[in-house]
Structures are given as structure tokens and as C-alpha cells.
């Protein structure tokens, strides 16, 4: 069974257009995060959500908006999708309580044409 | 601000040596630090995870250190396989889970048959 699963896990859209990634996690944590893994790898906190709390991280431009319907999703939503934001999307979970691991999806790789 | 650093980029050795994969950051007030394997194409896999009381934690062939005095963790790989090649990622949880992990930039591992 898998613990947090991302669709698509493949997603080539034109600049300009409107997408949505899916995240589902089967763990019954409380807190999700969206990252960002960009062309050199470097991976980087995005979002994190717990208990409809959401913290934003500074640098992200609020063409990207996280949605969350229930504690198990948590979606990404972006909009006018530009050639920077081809990357891939990795979504993750925890307990939320201090120590808890997290438990990373497969990744969502984004090209934007 | 959290900045973790990890050395080498790259890494090559013969199956079967034992080897060391190093990884510091500058804020000493974590609450544990992860470590991950990640695969070409594929999500991260959580290796070990280390609460900020304890100094080192180990899983088969794996054993991870941790001096946060002196910003320091390592990775210890015993007997390495061709299977171990993959990128080894230090991730930092300095906000008890809110703010998202804090990433290196990851070790690519490549163990010769």
C-alpha cells in the first residue's frame, strides 16, 4: 500500500495554462508539505499545512496555492504556469509532532513547453 | 537561516569498502535531522532519522551520527553494494515539523562492481 501517493506522476502543460497535482496520504498524519526539487536537484520546502495552518514559504509566488479538502489531501494548485516552474513536485507527510519522519510521494515531474 | 552542507557532491569507490558521507549546518537548534536515499527518477526514502538528544542511530549496514555542537552528521555505509548507488540526502527539522525540512544538496553515490 502506498503511504503518499502524487498523480500525475508525469504532467507536460504550455505556459500559461492552469494545473493541479493530487496528494493522498494513507498515514493518518496530521501535517503535509509540497517541495520543490529543481534541475540541479536541490530540493526545497514549499508548503507546509496542519490543522488548516498553512505556512508559506517567502520565496514562493502566490501563483502557487495548496488545497486542502480533508486532513488526507493536500493539492497544488498553479496557475499561469511559466518555464521556471518546470521541476519536480514532491509531495510529503509527518506526524507533526517534533521528531516525526517524513514520508515522501514518488514526485510529480512538471514541463512546461 | 538553516544552511546544510554536504560533502562530497560525488562519490565513487569498489564494492565492498566502507565509506563516509559528511553533511554540516550553521544552526545547531534542530529537532532531529533525516537522512534519505533518493533514486534516479524516484521519491526520497527515509534511511534514519536522528532526535537532536541522541548521537547516532543504525539500520544494517548504516549508522548515522550526529554533533550538533559542532554541526556535524555523518553517514557511515559498511561494506558497500553496487544496490547503495543512488543520492544521499541530510535534511534538517529546525522548527519541529512546521517549516518543512531543510535540505543539502545530496551526495551521488556510485559503488563499482
Known amino acids: 500500500d502506498t503511504a503518499v501517493s502524487q498523480t500525475p506522476k508525469y504532467l507536460v502543460t504550455q505556459m500559461g495554462n492552469d494545473k493541479s497535482i493530487k496528494c493522498e496520504q494513507n498515514?493518518?498524519?496530521?501535517?503535509m508539505y509540497w517541495y520543490k526539487q529543481d534541475s540541479k536537484k536541490f530540493l526545497k520546502i514549499m508548503f507546509s499545512y496542519n490543522n488548516k495552518e498553512l505556512i508559506i514559504n517567502e520565496t514562493v509566488p502566490n501563483r502557487f496555492s495548496p488545497k486542502s479538502p480533508d486532513k488526507a489531501h493536500l493539492n497544488l494548485h498553479i496557475n499561469s504556469l511559466e518555464l521556471g516552474d518546470s521541476a519536480v513536485y514532491f509531495c510529503?507527510?509527518?506526524?507533526?509532532?517534533?521528531?516525526?519522519?517524513?514520508?515522501f510521494g514518488d514526485g510529480t515531474r512538471l514541463s512546461i513547453l | 537561516k538553516q544552511e546544510v552542507t554536504q560533502i562530497p557532491a560525488a562519490l565513487s569507490v569498489p564494492e565492498g569498502e566502507n565509506l563516509v558521507l559528511n553533511c554540516s549546518f550553521t544552526d545547531s537548534a534542530i529537532y532531529n535531522l533525516q537522512w534519505f536515499r533518493q533514486d534516479p527518477g524516484k521519491g526520497l526514502t527515509s534511511l534514519l532519522l536522528i532526535q537532536s538528544s541522541q548521537r547516532e542511530q543504525t539500520s544494517g549496514r548504516l549508522n548515522a551520527s550526529l554533533d550538533k555542537s559542532s554541526g556535524r552528521s555523518t553517514l557511515y555505509i559498511a561494506a558497500s553494494q553496487p544496490g547503495d548507488s543512488a543520492t544521499y540526502l541530510c535534511?534538517?527539522?529546525?522548527?519541529?515539523?512546521?517549516?518543512?525540512?531543510?535540505f543539502g544538496k545530496g551526495t551521488h553515490l556510485i559503488i563499482q562492481p
Open positions: 510529503a507527510s509527518s506526524g507533526g509532532a517534533q521528531g516525526q519522519p517524513q514520508h
Open positions: 535534511a534538517l527539522d529546525s522548527g519541529g515539523g512546521a517549516d518543512g525540512l531543510t
Open positions: 498515514l493518518g498524519h496530521d501535517t
